[in-house]
């Protein structure tokens, strides 16, 4: 299976904004739909935005509450996930992974190692 690679986490300050980006090495994610969710510690992974391979639409989870977008960059082979007015229980090791469709649980990639972001004062 594929291995999707995630980066752009840090620490950032409670109202901050990141973006992270996820990729692959010689796999194209063009017309894939990637989904990015989220595990804090102690927590189950939980899915955090969607974005669909066939009419580019893309879905956000409650979790996200209006702050997140997710966008494609088919050029450089990368879905990013920015991310507005964190809060602190925001904090968590954000993953990507390739999903067989917005409203399906099921993935298709391999777990990758995460992005750590960390929202503190």
């Known amino acids: 299976q594929v291995q999707l690679v995630e980066s752009g986490g840090g620490l950032v300050q409670p109202g901050g904004s990141l973006r992270l980006s996820c990729t692959a090495s010689?796999?194209?994610?063009?017309?894939?739909?990637i989904g990015w969710f989220r595990q804090a510690p102690g927590k189950e992974r939980e899915g955090v935005a969607c974005?669909?391979?066939?009419?580019?639409?893309?879905y956000e989870t409650d979790v996200a509450k209006g702050r997140f977008t997710i966008a494609r960059d088919n050029a450089k082979n990368t879905v990013y996930l920015n991310m507005y007015r964190l809060e602190p229980q925001d904090t968590a090791v954000y993953y990507c992974a390739i999903k067989d469709g917005c409203g399906s649980s099921s993935i298709s990639s391999s777990w990758g190692q995460g992005t750590q972001v960390t929202v503190s004062s």
């Open positions: 010689g796999f194209s994610l063009v017309h894939r739909t």
């Open positions: 974005i669909s391979s066939t009419d580019g639409y893309w």
